[in-house]
Protein backbone atom coordinates (compact mmCIF):
# COMPACT_ATOMS: atom_id res chain seq x y z
CA UNK A 1 0.00 0.00 0.00
CA UNK A 2 1.20 3.37 -0.90
CA UNK A 3 2.34 5.93 1.66
CA UNK A 4 -0.58 8.22 0.85
CA UNK A 5 -3.19 5.43 1.41
CA UNK A 6 -1.41 4.78 4.64
CA UNK A 7 -1.44 8.10 5.87
CA UNK A 8 -5.21 8.59 4.83
CA UNK A 9 -5.78 5.45 7.22
CA UNK A 10 -4.09 7.12 9.55
CA UNK A 11 -6.50 10.64 9.75
CA UNK A 12 -9.68 8.86 9.07
CA UNK A 13 -8.27 6.51 12.46
CA UNK A 14 -7.98 10.01 13.86
CA UNK A 15 -11.45 11.05 12.53
CA UNK A 16 -12.58 7.59 14.02
CA UNK A 17 -11.56 8.62 17.70
CA UNK A 18 -13.25 12.16 17.26
CA UNK A 19 -16.55 10.80 16.10
CA UNK A 20 -16.54 8.24 18.76
CA UNK A 21 -16.17 11.45 21.20
CA UNK A 22 -18.78 13.03 19.29
CA UNK A 23 -21.08 10.14 19.48
CA UNK A 24 -20.22 9.83 23.68
CA UNK A 25 -21.06 13.55 23.79
CA UNK A 26 -24.73 13.14 21.85
CA UNK A 27 -22.97 15.21 19.29
CA UNK A 28 -25.01 13.64 16.21
CA UNK A 29 -24.56 16.71 13.61
CA UNK A 30 -20.74 16.36 14.26
CA UNK A 31 -20.69 12.26 13.75
CA UNK A 32 -22.12 12.53 10.55
CA UNK A 33 -19.84 15.20 9.19
CA UNK A 34 -16.87 13.27 10.62
CA UNK A 35 -18.20 10.27 9.01
CA UNK A 36 -18.81 11.47 6.06
CA UNK A 37 -14.88 13.33 6.40
CA UNK A 38 -13.36 9.18 7.12
CA UNK A 39 -15.67 7.78 4.23
CA UNK A 40 -13.82 9.97 1.98
CA UNK A 41 -10.17 9.13 3.04
CA UNK A 42 -11.43 5.24 3.47
CA UNK A 43 -12.22 6.09 -0.67
CA UNK A 44 -9.14 7.39 -1.43
CA UNK A 45 -7.03 4.66 0.38
CA UNK A 46 -8.92 1.86 -0.98
CA UNK A 47 -8.68 3.78 -4.52
CA UNK A 48 -4.58 3.97 -3.86
CA UNK A 49 -4.16 0.22 -2.12
CA UNK A 50 -2.70 -1.16 -5.82
CA UNK A 51 -1.99 -4.63 -4.07
CA UNK A 52 -2.49 -6.32 -0.49
CA UNK A 53 -3.07 -4.63 2.60
CA UNK A 54 0.18 -5.06 4.98
CA UNK A 55 0.36 -5.62 8.49
CA UNK A 56 0.18 -2.00 9.66
CA UNK A 57 -2.92 -1.38 7.12
CA UNK A 58 -4.89 -4.11 8.78
CA UNK A 59 -4.44 -2.80 12.07
CA UNK A 60 -5.56 0.58 11.03
CA UNK A 61 -8.29 -0.99 9.12
CA UNK A 62 -9.42 -3.12 12.54
CA UNK A 63 -8.87 -0.06 15.04
CA UNK A 64 -11.86 1.99 12.41
CA UNK A 65 -13.83 -0.58 12.73
CA UNK A 66 -13.74 -1.22 16.32
CA UNK A 67 -13.91 2.78 16.82
CA UNK A 68 -17.37 2.48 14.65
CA UNK A 69 -19.05 -0.25 16.21
CA UNK A 70 -18.40 1.53 19.47
CA UNK A 71 -19.91 4.79 18.00
CA UNK A 72 -22.95 3.20 16.68
CA UNK A 73 -23.58 1.56 20.28
CA UNK A 74 -23.30 5.11 21.58
CA UNK A 75 -25.72 6.27 18.98
CA UNK A 76 -28.03 3.59 18.95
CA UNK A 77 -27.99 3.82 22.99
CA UNK A 78 -28.90 8.05 22.39
CA UNK A 79 -31.39 6.62 19.85
CA UNK A 80 -33.58 4.59 22.25
CA UNK A 81 -32.99 6.82 25.53
CA UNK A 82 -34.84 9.59 23.45
CA UNK A 83 -37.00 7.32 22.26
CA UNK A 84 -37.96 6.53 25.98
CA UNK A 85 -38.26 10.21 26.76
CA UNK A 86 -40.78 10.48 23.82
CA UNK A 87 -42.63 7.80 24.92
CA UNK A 88 -42.86 9.23 28.59
CA UNK A 89 -43.98 12.90 27.29
CA UNK A 90 -47.21 10.93 25.25
CA UNK A 91 -47.87 9.45 28.65
CA UNK A 92 -47.56 12.86 30.23
CA UNK A 93 -50.48 14.06 27.31
CA UNK A 94 -52.60 10.79 27.49
CA UNK A 95 -52.35 11.71 31.59
CA UNK A 96 -53.02 15.35 31.09
CA UNK A 97 -56.49 15.19 28.47
CA UNK A 98 -57.47 11.90 30.46
CA UNK A 99 -57.31 14.09 33.97
CA UNK A 100 -58.18 17.76 32.56
CA UNK A 101 -61.95 16.58 31.90
CA UNK A 102 -62.35 15.52 35.15
CA UNK A 103 -61.85 18.54 36.71
CA UNK A 104 -64.12 20.48 35.00
CA UNK A 105 -67.00 18.31 35.59
CA UNK A 106 -66.07 19.01 39.16
Do not use: C, P, W
Not at 29 to 48: G, N, P, Y
Not at 64 to 92: F, T
Amino acid sequence: MSGAATDALRRAVDLSRELKAAADQGDTQSAMRLDVARLELLKFARHEAAGALGADERRLLQEIAQLNDESLGLLEHLRRSKARQLDMVAVGRRALVAYSSTRMQR
